[in-house]
Structures are given as C-alpha cells and as structure tokens.
C-alpha cells in the first residue's frame, strides 16, 4: 500500500480546498518545495502534485513551484502530476523535467483518442485521474458533473496501456470524512487497472481498511488534509503499513 501526500498548489502556495472549492482554502506552507523536502524525509516513496490553478485554468499555471519542487526532491522519489494536462507538448515538458507520472483528468474523459495517444507515446507514464460524485465522473476541476459513470469510464481506458487510476470522491476530498472503501473497491474489482484511492482519509483506521483491501486492485493512496492537520501522523501511517504487511507474510 503506497502512501503518498498531496502538495496541492494554488497561486504558488501549497494548499488544500474542500470539495475542490477554490473559495474554500487553507494555506499550509508559502514553499512547496520545503513540503516536498519535508515529506522526502519522513520517508515519502512518491509525490502527487496538483496544479489547482492549472485544472481550471487548462493549462499549467504554477510552474515556478513544480520546478523547485522536482530540484529539491532531486528525483529521489518518483513524482506525479496533474491538473490542466490538455495536450502532448505539456506531457513532454513535464517528463523531461523530472516529473516521472502525468495524470490526465479531464482529456481523458473529454477526448479518449487523447489519453490513448498519451499511453502509446509515453507508455508506462500516464495515470487516469477519476473524479466522481454519486458515480459520475466530474471534469474541469470539479466544476462540471457529467452523466458518465466511473466504472464505465475506466473499461474503456482498459487497453489502452492506462499506468493507474486515481479515484477522488470528491464528496469527501478534504472533509476528513473518511474514505469511500466500498466505491474505491467496486472501481477496482471492475477494472484490471490498478486502484489508487483519494479523499476523505482521516486516521489510521482509513489507512488500515485500505490495507485490507490491497488484494482487490488497491495498490495506494493519496494523503492530504489528514497529514497537513495531524489527524493522521504520516510516520506513523508508513509504519503501520509496513508491520501490517509483515504479519500477512508471516
């Protein structure tokens, strides 16, 4: 089970938002890249960066950020990143600056000829991100709910080459709520890609549930307000993965 925190950037600044609210934010840290150092020490196998202002903007918007980030994190541990990924050239740029997983959201969902020219051109670098609300997928930073369902959606990506899913519930995305282990598992025992669950995650006890459910296609999670607030130490989370996985060994 990869854990991986969040550093959402909005006008420079590391953030969260609840439900995707732009108007709705809470500003952790002036320097991104001291928070990706930060997690790097505590032990961080993988970054999730989301360009806030880039998803409804369509197009990056937070570059001068991304770029300390990936120069202090120094490509110790893989980075990923989404939010306003519309085209190939910007998939380009962000791999050959460092940046190891572009995550397509709403191309993907708008245009799939997109998303599976992306796999085939950069094969083994391109994550799905799903966004939903009771089911259907939401698009332009949340902004749009459409009528598509999610487990629908992610089938028709199946063959085309997809690295993972992220699935937000964004009924739950920084509200501290709790994750939605039912929804996350029906997604994944669906697809035969992999499952990386996000929003809601509290405490030890959202990491715990997610462990059990590793062996259905659940493979990570992204941590957000829960580390940030301290409801959930990310030390102590890593650890607590590591023992529980041991015992199933032993």
Not at 50 to 68: H, S, T, W, Y
Not at 139 to 160: C, Y
Not at 166 to 187: K, Q
Not at 238 to 246: K, P, Q, R, S, T
Request: hydrophobic content about 45%.
């Amino acid at each position: 089970m990869l854990l991986i925190p969040a550093i959402d950037l909005k006008d420079g600044q590391c953030v969260r938002l609840r439900q995707g609210d732009l108007d709705d934010t809470t500003i952790f840290s002036d320097s991104p890249a001291a928070v990706a150092e930060a997690w790097l020490k505590k032990g961080a196998e993988r970054l999730h960066l989301v360009d806030l202002n880039g998803a409804f903007a369509g197009r990056p918007k937070n570059k001068a950020a991304i770029d300390a980030i990936l120069k202090a994190v120094d490509r110790e541990i893989p980075v990923q990143i989404g939010g306003g990924i519309r085209d190939m050239a910007t998939i380009e740029h962000y791999l050959d600056s460092g940046i190891d997983y572009v995550i397509i959201g709403t191309a993907a969902v708008k245009d799939p000829g997109f998303l599976q020219d992306a796999c085939s051109a950069f094969h083994g670098h391109i994550i799905v991100g799903l966004d939903a609300k009771d089911g259907k997928v939401a698009t332009d930073g949340w902004a749009k709910i459409t009528k598509n369902d999610v487990i629908d959606m992610a089938k028709r990506f199946e063959d085309f080459g997809v690295e993972s899913i992220i699935y937000t519930d964004i009924g739950r995305d920084g509200m501290l709520s709790g994750v939605n282990i039912e929804a996350t598992v029906r997604l994944a025992n669906a697809t035969r890609i992999p499952v990386i669950a996000s929003g809601g995650v509290t405490d030890l006890r959202d990491i715990e549930a997610l462990c059990q459910v590793a062996d259905e296609g659940v493979e990570g999670v992204i941590l957000g307000r829960s580390i940030y607030e301290g409801t959930l130490d990310f030390e102590e989370a890593l650890d607590f993965v590591d023992d529980y996985f041991e015992e199933i060994e032993e």
